[in-house]
T-cell receptor, first 106, second 114 residues
Framework: TQLLEQSPQFLSIQEGENLTVYCNSS?????LQWYRQEPGEGPVLLVT?????EVKKLKRLTFQFGDARKDSSLHITAAQPGDTGLYLC??????FGAGTRLTVKP | DAGVIQSPRHEVTEMGQEVTLRCKPI?????LFWYRQTMMRGLELLIY????????DSGMPEDRFSAKMPNASFSTLKIQPSEPRDSAVYFC????????????FGSGTQLSVL
C-alpha cells in the first residue's frame, strides 16, 4: 500500500488569496490524481498527472507532479468561495490521502 | 448518463441490525470500488471488483462486512451485525479500466448506527 500524506489538513483563506496544498509519499507513483469533494457529494476528478515534472493547468488551478513522481502540489490562484471543498489526492492504487479541507471566505 | 447510483441515501439503524447498501455502477465500467469515509480515517478503500470478481478485500474491516457483485449492474455491501463505530459515509465508485483511471463516485450512503 502506498501511503499519501496531505498538508495542510485545514486551510481557511480570504477570497482573492493564493494557496498551495501538497500530497507527499515515500513511494513512486505511476500516476496521481486530484479530486475535489463538496459536502454531501462524492469526490470529482480534477486532473491526473503521469509524467515526472508534469504541470497541468485547469483555469486558476495548477497541478505539478514531482520529478521523482513521489509528490504533487496543487496551487490555486485568486481563490474564490466556489473553490471551497475537500481536496484529495489518490495514487495509482486508488487509495486516497486524508485530504485538505479548504474554506474560502468572501 | 445517470452516473453511479447508490441507495439508500441515508440509513439509520440500531446496533446489531443488518445493513445492506446498494450500488449501480455506470454501464460498461469493468471496475467497482467500495469506500468508507470518516473524519478520523478519511476515505478508505474497502474492496474492489473487476468484472464482478472481488480482487482485493484487504480493506474490509472485519468479518462483519461482506460485499457481493452478482452481475455487472449491481453490487451490495452488507454489515451484519452493525455497530456504532460503523457509522460513516459509504461511497461506491466505478471506473472503465481500473488502476490510475478516473473514478466516478456515487453520492454516498450516510449510515448512522445507534
Amino acid at each position: 500500500t502506498q501511503l499519501l500524506e496531505q498538508s495542510p489538513q485545514f486551510l481557511s483563506i480570504q477570497e482573492g488569496e493564493n494557496l498551495t496544498v501538497y500530497c507527499n509519499s515515500s513511494s513512486v507513483f505511476s500516476s496521481l490524481q486530484w479530486y475535489r469533494q463538496e459536502p454531501g457529494e462524492g469526490p470529482v476528478l480534477l486532473v491526473t498527472v503521469v509524467t515526472g515534472g508534469e504541470v497541468k493547468k485547469l483555469k486558476r488551478l495548477t497541478f505539478q507532479f514531482g520529478d521523482a513522481r513521489k509528490d504533487s502540489s496543487l496551487h490555486i490562484t485568486a481563490a474564490q468561495p466556489g473553490d471551497t471543498g475537500l481536496y484529495l489526492c489518490a495514487g495509482g492504487d486508488m487509495r486516497f490521502g486524508a485530504g485538505t479541507r479548504l474554506t474560502v471566505k468572501p | 448518463d445517470a452516473g453511479v447510483i447508490q441507495s439508500p441515501r441515508h440509513e439509520v439503524t440500531e446496533m446489531g441490525q443488518e445493513v445492506t447498501l446498494r450500488c449501480k455502477p455506470i454501464s460498461g465500467h469493468d471496475y467497482l470500488f467500495w469506500y468508507r469515509q470518516t473524519m478520523m480515517r478519511g476515505l478508505e478503500l474497502l474492496i474492489y471488483f473487476n468484472n464482478n470478481v472481488p480482487i482485493d478485500d484487504s480493506g474490509m474491516p472485519e468479518d462483519r462486512f461482506s460485499a457481493k457483485m452478482p452481475n455487472a449492474s449491481f453490487s451490495t455491501l452488507k454489515i451484519q451485525p452493525s455497530e456504532p463505530r460503523d457509522s460513516a459515509v459509504y461511497f461506491c465508485a466505478s471506473s472503465p479500466t481500473g488502476w490510475g483511471e478516473k473514478l466516478f463516485f456515487g453520492s454516498g450512503t450516510q449510515l448512522s448506527v445507534l
